[in-house]
């Protein structure tokens, strides 16, 4: 492993301007997901405990790194995966991903090989020196979109979930690498690309959503509207706001049909927003994203690459820090 790294941790501090580089922010649970069903689970440590989402996340990170050559590293967890707030507003949201034996009603299904792969994930990062956090009542999308909102720099968010399309931002460098196909074929999301995708402004994605609804989140959406009519919706009156201030307006131009299912789906569209929107004022803990060369704590990386038998893929990750890494001031 690598040598001794700088000690000491500098603080997250806001500059009064853009500042060069980019951000690479991980909705990481997405991507654990992704390594764990896509990484044969005959990849195990020394111990022969299942490590097939760690190895294929460090992984992720490297070939990220390798391909965007960001500066900048911020990997985002779920502190509570289904946030209270949101659950009462629609009780639905995500009821489908609750496990069964949970008795509280609030533990997702999650399989059992995965489970402890995902504290190993938090240890390495943090041994690395990459920011890894969630915030208490939070998912991983809101501290996204709360680290994409404040950053003073270009972002990109890799993820698999279309409900960060919300987050994209043209003016600010705010992109999706949108990863429904792999992550090394990651589809760069931008404002062009939301209204290529689904005919609607590029920064209208969350209206749209919560008219048509998502089945994968529980979400149900206006019954009877779909893509197109939720697209045409949002186009003709921009935001959910202007679409029912034409409801309560009588405006002839809307069609009937639609009309009357808007109107039928009040109580609905009444508490939608807050279980759609990604909330961007998360109190997310001081940190220090710049990518170094060495890693923050390397005799603790080189206990946990020896234990969970993450030599190669931890390499990958090293060399790929050290090839975009800024050089650090020295002291005078």
């Known amino acids: 492993m690598a040598p001794e790294a700088p000690s000491g941790r500098l603080g997250a501090v806001t500059p009064p301007v853009k500042q060069p580089g980019r951000l690479l922010l991980l909705d990481t649970p997405s991507l654990y997901f992704r390594a764990f069903f896509g990484v044969p689970d005959s990849i195990t440590a020394p111990d022969g405990t299942p490590v097939n989402a760690v190895r294929g996340l460090l992984d992720f990170i490297a070939r990220l790194v390798t391909d965007r050559g960001p500066t900048h590293l911020v990997a985002a967890m779920d502190a509570d995966?289904?946030?209270a707030f949101r659950v009462a507003a629609i009780a639905s949201y995500k009821a489908h991903r609750v496990a069964p034996e949970s008795a509280s009603g609030d533990e997702e299904e999650v399989p059992d090989p995965l489970v402890p792969q995902v504290a190993i994930i938090e240890e390495v990062l943090e041994a690395l020196g990459t920011p890894v956090f969630g915030v208490p009542g939070y998912e991983?999308?809101?501290?996204?979109?709360?680290?994409?909102t404040r950053s003073q720099r270009p972002v990109d968010v890799v993820t698999g979930?279309?409900?960060?399309?919300?987050l994209v931002d043209d003016a600010r460098g705010v992109r999706i690498l949108y990863t429904a196909r792999g992550?090394?074929?990651a589809e760069v999301i931008d404002e062009a690309a939301v209204t290529a995708k689904y005919g609607i402004p590029g920064r209208s994605y969350a209206d749209f959503a919560t008219l048509r609804g998502d089945p994968s989140d529980g979400l149900p959406g206006v019954p009877g509207v779909g893509e197109k009519t939720a697209a045409a919706l949002v186009t003709r009156y921009g935001?959910?706001?202007g679409i029912l201030a034409a409801l309560d307006e009588g405006d002839t131009a809307m069609p009937a049909g639609a009309r009357a299912k808007l109107s039928a789906a009040r109580d609905y569209l009444a508490v939608a927003p807050v279980v759609v929107a990604v909330a961007?004022?998360?109190?997310?803990?001081?940190?220090d994203d710049a990518i170094q060369a060495?890693?923050?704590?390397?005799?603790r990386l080189l206990e946990l690459s020896e234990r969970?038998?993450?030599?190669s893929s931890l390499n990958r990750v090293l060399t790929a820090f050290g090839t975009v890494a800024r050089p650090q001031p020295t002291a005078e």
Do not use: C
């Open 81 to 83: 995966w289904r946030p």
């Open 140 to 148: 991983a999308d809101d501290v996204i979109g709360t680290v994409a």
């Open 161 to 166: 979930d279309r409900d960060l399309f919300q």
């Open 183 to 185: 992550v090394g074929r």
């Open 239 to 241: 935001t959910l706001e």
């Open 280 to 287: 961007k004022d998360v109190p997310v803990p001081t940190y």
């Open 294 to 299: 060495l890693p923050r704590h390397p005799e």
């Open 308 to 311: 969970w038998g993450l030599d």
